[in-house]
């Protein structure tokens, strides 16, 4: 999905450092990629066309690079989001509680930032369309969207 480079994501402050963490991890890949090039053209300085060690760590570095300049971009745009105190309405941060109308079943999902590090069950970002289809719901409120190909129906019951 392309995005407008001005474009804000929002972030709780969890998934927020763990993109910080993300991007320190990404940029040592990159410096991990530069080291064992140099290192491909020290041990096969004569032989240097047919130098797989060499070809295979740029195509590592410029894909490992691609990603670095994604996260950093993203993190140039991301707005930090507190979680609203009030329980009246789905947002970002909230718990939600809710019943499939197909099923009678309850499920519960906690809309999360743009990208989802937690490794919590049930935290969806918000960009996704059941996160969508609930944000500015209420207590009561029925909504109906496709999700995974497939018409789905929610009675909002609980909001945390």
Known sequence: MHRESHMAY??????????????????????????????????????????????????QQRMWSREYGRLVELHRNARLVDPP????????????????????????YQIGSFLVFSSVLG?????????RMIIGRRV?????ALIAGKKRSFEIEKIL
Request: with cysteine.
């Open 10 to 59: 929002f972030f709780l402050r969890e998934d927020f450092l763990a993109l910080e963490d993300k991007i320190a991890e990404v940029e040592e890949k990159v410096r991990e990629c530069g080291r064992e090039m140099a290192l491909s053209c020290q041990e096969g300085a004569e032989t240097f066309h047919d130098n797989f060690a060499f070809e295979e760590g740029e195509r």
């Open 123 to 131: 935290r969806i970002s918000y960009e996704s369309p059941l996160a």
């Open 140 to 144: 009561g409120d029925e909504c109906t």
């Open 85 to 108: 105190t009030d329980n009246t309405v789905v947002a970002l941060g909230k718990t939600v509680t809710m019943r499939d109308l197909e099923t009678d079943k309850s499920v519960s």
